[in-house]
């Protein structure tokens, strides 16, 4: 769900006037699969897919990173090697928007998670693509709690339920449950989507 919702978020920005760009720091997936990430991601913010993730990124192995390139005997991924391979155009977009591979708590290189790498990155605003189903709240209360520590003053986090469905009464409660208790905000559907793409915009701007 997290490029689906990626993309949507970039075409919304860029029909909005707004100049983007997305980097996925490393991918990895099915060796058949006809599109990957990086060519979503690319094609929603108008960039080559080996400028969101740079080609010796790529594994052909549907697991973490890290791991991935030690099964298909490439070098050791680390932390800094990701975030030093985050290059961003000149002069600076509008919105730049980075994607990871997996949950927070799933290595992204030898010695870092997703948290390590928020932590390094220090974002403006975090969006977390969640289940609208059952087990949802504990997901995201859990999720939101081990960023936490890592994100800066002031930076901004919305979630976003995939696959809601207004008609369904479990959705319903888990997003009244997460804004009247939890006090997350969230998005649903493609109209939640516009205004989180609207309210991120602004936050970012």
């Not at 080559?48 to 991924?77: D, F, K």
Request: charged share 20%; net charge negative; glycine share 8%.
């Amino acid at each position: 769900g997290k490029t689906w919702v990626s993309v949507q978020l970039l075409r919304r920005w860029r029909a909005g006037g707004r100049s983007v760009a997305a980097r996925k720091p490393a991918q990895s997936f099915e060796a058949d699969v006809l599109r990957t990430d990086a060519d979503l991601l690319g094609a929603a913010s108008g960039e080559q897919a080996t400028t969101v993730c740079p080609p010796h990124r790529w594994y052909a192995e549907p697991m973490a990173p890290p791991m991935a390139a030690e099964l298909l005997g490439r070098p050791a991924l680390l932390l800094a090697d990701l975030v030093g391979g985050l290059v961003w155009p000149s002069p600076q977009v509008d919105v730049g928007l980075v994607e990871t591979a997996g949950g927070v708590r799933s290595p992204q290189a030898e010695d870092g998670d997703v948290i390590d790498l928020a932590g390094v990155l220090a974002p403006d605003a975090v969006v977390l693509v969640a289940d609208a189903g059952l087990g949802t709240v504990n997901a995201v209360r859990l999720t939101t709690d081990a960023l936490a520590p890592v994100l800066r003053a002031g930076a901004t986090l919305t979630v976003v339920l995939n696959r809601y469905d207004p008609d369904v009464e479990l959705h319903r409660r888990n997003r009244s449950w997460l804004a009247e208790h939890e006090q997350v905000a969230t998005a649903a559907g493609h109209r939640g989507l516009d205004e989180a793409a609207a309210t991120l915009a602004s936050t970012l701007a």
